[in-house]
């Protein structure tokens, strides 16, 4: 299984990106897919995910201004970000977790490679 994101990039603040992250492989099914972000020396931390049957949960910093939303056919999750302020820059990492393959129903937690986001003042 892999995911693989896209969509980061340079913003001024007040603009607005979108990310994308689709998992690959023999999947069967995906409990949760989320985002995580990550800035320069601070800890990972959980930006937004959603369950499969539709709950969603947000960072408090973020809720209002970024939208999680997910295609289970596709198995791909978006980050809808709006309004975006300087301190939202970091590397933002895609998340699976409670991924069944095909093969083996044992489910497993998988990370994506992570995108940059920049956002300028």
């Known amino acids: 299984v892999q995911l693989q994101a896209s969509g980061g990039g340079l913003v001024q603040a007040g603009g607005s990106l979108r990310l994308a992250c689709t998992a690959s492989?023999?999947?069967?099914?995906?409990?949760?897919m989320g985002w995580f972000r990550q800035a320069p020396g601070k800890q990972r931390e959980l930006v937004a995910e959603t369950v499969t049957r539709g709950d969603t949960t947000y960072a408090d910093s973020v809720k209002g201004r970024f939208t999680i939303s997910r295609d289970i056919a596709k198995n791909t999750v978006y980050l809808q970000m709006n309004s975006l302020k300087p301190e939202d820059s970091a590397v933002y990492y895609c998340?699976?977790?409670?991924?069944?393959?095909?093969?083996?129903?044992?489910?497993?937690?998988?990370w994506g490679q992570g995108t940059l986001v920049t956002v300028s003042s």
């Open positions: 998340s699976a977790r409670g991924v069944r393959t095909w093969e083996l129903h044992i489910p497993n937690d998988y």
């Open positions: 492989g023999s999947i069967f099914s995906i409990n949760v």
